[in-house]
Each structure stands twice: as structure tokens, then as C-alpha cells.
């Protein structure tokens, strides 16, 4: 474990106040408060925890969303180190300088096996945070930035450049008990790059900042459907970050 430099401690104990000693971003993941009014083809998603994922079905949206807690429990029968070649379920802690240079600069610390993730039978995004994932599917980032300006037909993205979900174990942040101290429990899980553009976030500055990428994203999904797919708003009406306002077209 890496031992950091104690000019930290003061920051530390500055940033501790701030978010009532509970970690560095507790700040801005508050409970929510207040309903979201949406209107036809927009769906709104809580997915301000870090211990769950939120599961959309496209088709049935107006029954609300599946939430599927992370596994974090240790399965020691599992205990065997993933590789790169062989990624394995679990939570990777890392070490990240958020005092520093920020996340690009990280250092893994230690990996426990868990479960894999639990899925409902049917669904075809989930989100959890600034992360997305899609069941089987891939994704693009088109110009348009309004739904409305979206070619009428799906037709016109098939020879785009679809990206599909990849293994990712250092942004999925799910245990934050050492966060003050720059570490964090990641679950490595895979996760879709292009989609999870939508929301950026970026340390430094601490507390960090959220960047929106308006643009519309297509999704093609493992039977050859398609969705078009926009983060609208990223704030409840109380200003809490990461509950999404999503609009939607499916099947497109």
C-alpha cells in the first residue's frame, strides 16, 4: 500500500468537513428529494448510488426500472488473481492521486472475488452513476444533439462505427470507506465507453465536475434493434447529480 505524503491532512480534513466525513463526493450524492415530470419518450433514473445498478427495458419503461445491488460479499473459493486475458468478477481497489495530478494517475492495490452481477431477464441499458452498460449491445455518438433532427429511420447508422461494452475495473465505484485516503473499490464489470461518455466526470478540481454530452446516441442491441438515446439532464429538481432525465426512442 502506498504510503502518501502528510501535506495531504490538511486538505483532508478540509474536504472531511465538507461532506460530513463520509467521503469526498458525498457532497453532491445527497438523497433526492421532489418528483421529475416527464413527458412521453423521457424517463427519469435515481443512479446517484454507488452500490447498484439501475435496469432499463426499453419497452416497458413506464414500470419504472430494476435496481441490482452490486455483489461486494468475498467469495474465497473464488480467490484466484484475474489477468488481463482473464478478468474475473470482483472489486479491484485502486489508488488514485485526487490530491494530485488526478484519476489518470492511479495505482491498483488489491482485488476480492465476487458473484458476478445480477441481471433481470429482460432489459436493455443499465446505469449506474456517470457508467452504462448495454445487454449484448454497441453504441454510437452521432452529431445531433436534438432527437428531433435524428434521420427518420435507424437505416441511416448502419454502416456507422459501433462500439461495443469493454471490461473496465477502475470506474465503477462502489466502496468508498478509504476514499479520503484516494482509495476506492471498483467493480469490474464491463461497461460501454461510447455511452458512458454522456456524463464525465473529472478530478481535479475536488469536489469534481460533471460534463454533459447532449449528443444522441444509437444503440444496436443483440437482435439487430436499434435505440436512439440522449441524457437530457443529469440533476434532480434539488440539484443532485447523477439522478438522469433520458430521452428515448425504441425500438427506432
Known amino acids: 500500500m502506498l504510503n502518501k505524503p502528510l501535506h495531504i491532512i490538511g486538505i483532508t480534513v478540509m474536504l472531511s468537513a465538507l461532506s460530513a466525513c463520509h467521503g469526498i463526493l458525498d457532497d453532491i450524492y445527497d438523497e433526492p428529494s421532489g418528483d421529475m415530470t416527464m413527458r412521453e419518450g423521457q424517463l427519469y433514473v435515481d443512479a446517484s448510488s454507488w452500490t447498484a445498478w439501475y435496469y432499463i427495458d426499453l419497452l416497458n419503461t413506464k414500470e419504472g426500472f430494476v435496481q441490482m445491488n452490486i455483489p461486494t460479499e468475498e467469495l474465497p473459493s473464488l480467490n484466484t488473481q484475474p489477468s488481463a486475458l482473464n478478468p474475473k468478477p470482483g472489486i479491484y481497489t485502486y489508488w488514485y492521486d485526487v490530491f494530485g495530478a488526478g484519476l ?62 469493454e471490461w473496465n475495473e477502475l470506474d465503477v465505484w462502489t466502496i468508498r470507506e478509504q476514499m479520503l485516503q484516494g482509495f476506492v473499490g471498483n467493480q469490474g464489470i464491463e461497461v460501454n465507453p461510447v455511452l458512458s461518455s454522456w456524463l464525465k466526470l473529472e478530478i481535479p478540481p475536488v469536489p469534481p465536475t460533471f460534463t454533459l454530452n447532449n449528443h444522441v446516441f444509437i444503440v444496436r442491441f443483440a437482435d439487430d434493434t436499434y435505440a436512439a438515446i440522449q441524457l437530457e439532464n443529469y440533476q434532480n429538481a434539488a440539484g443532485v447529480k447523477c439522478c438522469l432525465t433520458i430521452n428515448y426512442k425504441y425500438p427506432y
Open 104 to 165: 489518470s494517475n492511479h495505482e491498483f492495490q488489491s482485488f476480492t472475488p465476487t458473484e458476478a452481477q445480477p441481471e433481470p431477464d429482460t432489459w436493455h441499458i443499465a446505469v449506474h452513476r456517470n457508467n452504462v452498460r448495454t445487454n449484448g449491445g454497441a453504441a454510437y455518438e452521432t452529431p445531433y444533439t436534438s432527437m428531433s433532427d435524428l434521420p427518420e429511420s435507424s437505416d441511416a447508422f448502419v454502416n456507422a462505427t459501433f462500439t461495443e461494452d
